[in-house]
């Protein structure tokens, strides 16, 4: 025969258990929306190019990257690190981002948040800037190359 104890700590178990399972889940569950992370390295050249690496999924996807100008900087490599966010798949990496809120300019000391068409957000930080200046990452363009993107 049970104890009234026993039975009165596994009947509450068993609510707590019922509770969390009839919970909502939330908002960026109920999508399929993952975030990954973003390495990118821009060379300083006349069209500011470069290349970068997604981390997304357990994997590594080689990027390329054009558009921003670096200017007014002594290194002649400048490299960023960030958060991807809204992310299907691989694939919505690819294309133009634009300002989110405005301003695409990192800094130093600053953050800058750009989206493409598809909603995914990138949210990139410099780590090895040592001057003040600023870096617009207004219309960058990141491009696949070594990969085959997968069909929908």
Do not use: C, H
């Amino acid at each position: 025969m049970m104890s009234k104890p026993g039975f009165i700590w596994r009947l509450q178990i068993a609510v707590i258990l019922a509770a969390l399972t009839a919970m909502p889940l939330p908002a960026s569950a109920q999508t399929d929306a993952q975030t990954g992370r973003i390495q990118i390295t821009l060379v300083k050249t006349g069209r500011g190019e470069g290349s970068g690496i997604l981390f997304y999924e357990s994997q590594k996807y080689g990027l390329g990257i054009s558009g921003p100008k670096p200017k007014g900087i002594w290194t002649t490599r400048i490299n960023l690190v960030g958060d991807v966010s809204n992310l299907r798949n691989a694939k919505d990496i690819i294309g133009t981002f634009t300002a989110v809120g405005g301003s695409a300019l990192l800094g130093r000391s600053k953050t800058a948040v750009i989206e493409n068409s598809k909603g995914v957000l990138l949210e990139i930080r410099g780590v090895n800037l040592k001057r003040n200046f600023s870096l617009n990452l207004s219309g960058m363009i990141i491009t696949n190359i070594g990969w085959q993107p997968s069909p929908e």
